[in-house]
């Protein structure tokens, strides 16, 4: 669902990309791997723009060359979202549906602000939405590895 792959493209030395799927995000590195460790913020960045712009963030595709999988907050925040668009809600009606701050309701769409998942799965709920966390082998034989940020996979 938001398990992007991107398109990484060499000039002079240096490694930038593009995603398919999020035509916002962008990202550089001196190698393939911090190129790919740094595809994750610049994701999570282009989803802000989304937010911002009051759209759905959208859906992967499976198109491009090397996966990026996004922290499980992010894509918690991204599916909560995506369901304030869908129901044409914002977020101070999260905030009243919560009986929580406006603050702290913006703040559970913020990709910029850390959450607790459990605050994030509470305020699924509200849509009959929960969380289903599956643990999966890092990478398929035959596939480019995954890099999760801050850890070696």
Avoid at 16 to 40: F, K, Q, R, Y
Avoid at 117 to 132: C, D, T, V, Y
Wanted: glycine share 6%.
């Amino acid at each position: 669902m938001f398990d992007y792959k991107i398109v990484a493209h060499e000039e002079n030395g240096h490694f930038w990309s593009s995603c398919p799927d999020i035509p916002e995000a962008h990202s550089a590195g001196d190698t393939l791997e911090e190129l790919l460790e740094n595809a994750v913020e610049g994701i999570t960045l282009a989803m802000s723009i989304y937010v911002e712009r009051r759209q759905p963030i959208p859906y992967s595709t499976d198109r491009g060359d090397h996966h990026v999988r996004l922290p499980g907050v992010t894509v918690a925040k991204a599916l909560l979202w995506n369901m304030l668009v869908k129901t044409n809600k914002t977020r101070a009606d999260l905030a009243e549906m919560l009986s929580i701050s406006p603050v702290a309701a913006g703040r559970l769409v913020d990709f910029e602000h850390s959450s607790k998942l459990e605050s994030i799965e509470n305020a699924l709920a509200l849509f009959g939405l929960r969380l289903q966390i599956t643990g999966v082998e890092s990478y398929a034989v035959g596939t480019p590895k995954i890099v999760y940020p801050g850890m070696e996979p």
